[in-house]
């Protein structure tokens, strides 16, 4: 089995999020999916299975597999654009959230992807005592998205993972208005055994639109401000998010 390791959502090595991406000729056991997951320790292992004209693409966690990740849907389609459909404009994934089109624009790979249709809920306390800081609005679908006053509050924030993974949602993203980009982010999943995600595609489905309506916009630049960190360029139409971004190869082998 062939398997890549890209940065993905950055065109420097060594920043952006990695995912490790294997492609192979048929599925093997979930099991040992899972196990290869945990081998790798990144936020995302993708494993993708050509099946007619389109890809089947699965995202595995080191705990446990996820319905649907942006950044290791960026660092696949790099490699398949790289090395194995190298006159493609387009490639089409099958995944548990139906059907995901990626385009190539020269270096850039613009994503489409389902927005999230996040419902307001309560400020709690328990939500300020988990991140340490002061929360102004609370949006959740899969994952929980809290808006904080400013970005040196995202940057500055040092989260308690144990209380993290008892709130409400999937993963936990904080956002704040910036000044040099139109928003900044950070992404936590404790529940995932992962306790932060460098930069996170499928968060910007609900970032998106939030920044979107509010600053009145139908495109972004979105900085996530991990220690890796990465630029997403995002924009949305109707129920549907575009999220862009860069990658870069780090290797290329074999397992198995």
């Not at 890809?55 to 660092?75: K, M, N, Q, S, V």
């Not at 090395?83 to 020269?106: C, D, M, P, S, W």
């Not at 129920?239 to 290329?252: F, H, I, N, P, Q």
Request: charged content about 25%; hydrophobic content about 40%; aromatic content about 10%.
């Amino acid at each position: 089995m062939k398997q890549y390791i890209a940065d993905a959502f950055t065109d420097t090595l060594f920043k952006g999020n990695q995912a490790a991406v294997c492609v192979m000729d048929e599925w093997i056991p979930d099991g040992l999916m899972q196990n290869i997951a945990k081998e790798n320790r990144f936020s995302e292992t993708a494993f993708t299975v050509k099946e007619g004209n389109t890809y089947h693409l699965r995202w595995f966690t080191p705990g446990g597999e996820i319905d649907f990740c942006g950044h290791a849907t960026l660092g696949t389609s790099f490699v398949l654009f790289t090395f194995y459909e190298k006159n493609a404009e387009e490639i089409k994934f099958t995944t548990q959230v139906g059907t995901l089109a990626v385009r190539r624009e020269g270096g850039t790979f613009v994503m489409d992807f389902p927005a999230y249709h996040c419902r307001p809920i309560p400020v709690t306390q328990a939500m300020k005592d988990a991140i340490g800081a002061e929360v102004l609005e609370a949006y959740l679908d899969r994952d929980l998205l809290l808006v904080l006053k400013d970005e040196e509050t995202v940057i500055d924030l040092r989260p308690d993972q144990r209380k993290m993974g008892e709130l409400d949602g999937l993963l936990v993203a904080v956002t704040a208005k910036g000044s040099e980009y139109d928003c900044v982010s950070r992404v936590f999943a404790p529940k995932l055994a992962v306790e932060e995600d460098p930069v996170t595609g499928s968060a910007h489905c609900m970032i998106t639109p939030y920044w979107c309506e509010k600053l009145g916009k139908d495109h972004l630049t979105c900085y996530q401000a991990s220690e890796r960190s990465g630029l997403l360029y995002t924009g949305i139409s109707g129920d549907r998010v575009t999220v862009a971004g860069k990658a870069v190869l780090y290797s290329e082998g074999n397992i198995l």
